[in-house]
C-alpha cells in the first residue's frame, strides 16, 4: 500500500514539474514574441518614417576637396554619392543622410562629367574626361577599387547597364556629328565588342535580348515601331506598332504612345513579360518643335509605384507654365495619387524603399514622399 502511495506521489510531482516546464516555455515564447528583433526590411521602414527629422542637411563639403557638382543617386535608404571637383580633379563621395558624414571613395585625375550606380549597387561606372574629344569609362567597386578602365575617342557616351548581367555595359559613342557606334563592353572579359544597331539607344529587355524605338531615318516622324531583337540569334520583331518613348526595368516594359480617343494626350502603359498588359494611364502631353516633351520620372521596383511629372494642360512645351504634378501609380493595381502641385519638370530617383527622392537637374534636393516635403541637400 506504501509503495502504491509513494509511485502515485511520484507520479504526482512529475505531472507538476511537467506543467510547470509548459507554463515557463509559453511565457519564454511569448516574451520572445514581444521582443522580436525587425527583420531587415522592418528596420528600413523605421528608419524611413522620420526621414525629415533625422537627415542632416544640407551636406557639408570636406573642406579642401573642392566645389560641390552634383548628386550621383542613392546608395542605400540613408546613404548619397556625390561629386566635388578641384582645378581638373574630382571625387566621389559617399554621404550618411543620419550621421552628416561623407565618406571618400575614389578621386579622378580628370573631371568626371557623370557617374552610374549598376541596379544592384554592386559596381559604380565613372565617366571622366581627360579632353574634348575623349570618354575614360572606369568601373569600380564601392570601396573605389578599379574593375576595368577603358577609354573612348568620342563626342559623347552614353551608357546602359544589363540589370541582368551587371559585367555587361553598352557604350554608345557619339562623333561631334552624331554619328555613333554601339559598343559592348564586358567587365569580366576585360574586352569590348561593337554591336550593329540602327539605333544608338537600346535597353535590356532581358538578359540576351534588347529593345530600341526603330526610328526611320529617311522618312522622319513622330513615331517609331519598337523593336526587339536577339543578341545571339539575331532574329527581329516589333512588339508596339507606334510608340513615342520606352524604357525598361526589371521584367518591366513601359510604353509611351499617343491617347487613341484623345490626341492631346499621352497613354503609359505596363507590360509584363510576354508582352501581358498590366495597366496604362493617360495624362495631358505637351509638343516641342521637332517631337514629344517625356516628362521625368523613375520606377520602384519593391512597391510597384511609377511616378513621373505630368502637366495640368496639353499644349506647346515653349509656351506652358502652369506647372507639373508630381504624380506615383500603382502599375498592378492601377490607381494613381497626387504628391506635390507646383513643381518643376526635372530628373527624379526613387530611394530603395521608395519613400523618398532625389529631385533637381543635380539632384540638388530631396523629397520626402510621405510628409510631401521638399529639402535641400546643397548650399545654394
Partial sequence: MNRLKRANRISFIILILFLLTLLLSACTNKEQTKHKIPAKNERSKVSITSIGR??????????GEGEFYKLVGWFSDTEVLYITNLEQTSSIF????????SKLIYKSGNPIVTVQISPSKKYLLVHSSPS????????????????????FASYELVF???????????V?????????????LEMKKAKTTEIFLPQPFVKWINERDIAFLNWDKQNPS???PLTVKGLENGTE?????????????????MTITVNEQDQSKATYSFFEKEMKKLSAFSIPQL?????????????????GQFITFSPLTSGESDSYSDGFQLLSYDVKQGSSKLIIEGLENEPINFSPSGEALLYGNQFEKIIDINAKKIYDLVKE
Avoid at 546602359?160 to 553598352?170: C, H, Q, R
Fill in 287 to 303: 509638343t516641342k518643335f521637332s517631337d514629344w516633351l517625356v516628362p521625368f520620372y523613375d520606377y520602384n521596383e519593391q512597391k
Fill in 172 to 184: 554608345s559613342k557619339f562623333d561631334q556629328d552624331w554619328s555613333f557606334q554601339l559598343f559592348l
Fill in 54 to 63: 533625422e537627415w542632416k542637411l544640407p551636406i557639408s563639403i570636406p573642406e
Fill in 237 to 253: 520583331k516589333t512588339v508596339v506598332p507606334s510608340a513615342i518613348h520606352f524604357s525598361t526595368f526589371q521584367d518591366l516594359l
Fill in 222 to 224: 513622330l513615331f517609331a
Fill in 132 to 151: 574634348s574629344y575623349e570618354g575614360l569609362v572606369t568601373i569600380i567597386d564601392p570601396k573605389g577599387t578599379e574593375q576595368i578602365k577603358k577609354s
Fill in 94 to 101: 559617399r554621404y550618411n543622410l543620419l550621421s552628416g558624414k
Fill in 160 to 170: 546602359e547597364w544589363n540589370p541582368y548581367n551587371e559585367s555587361e555595359v553598352f
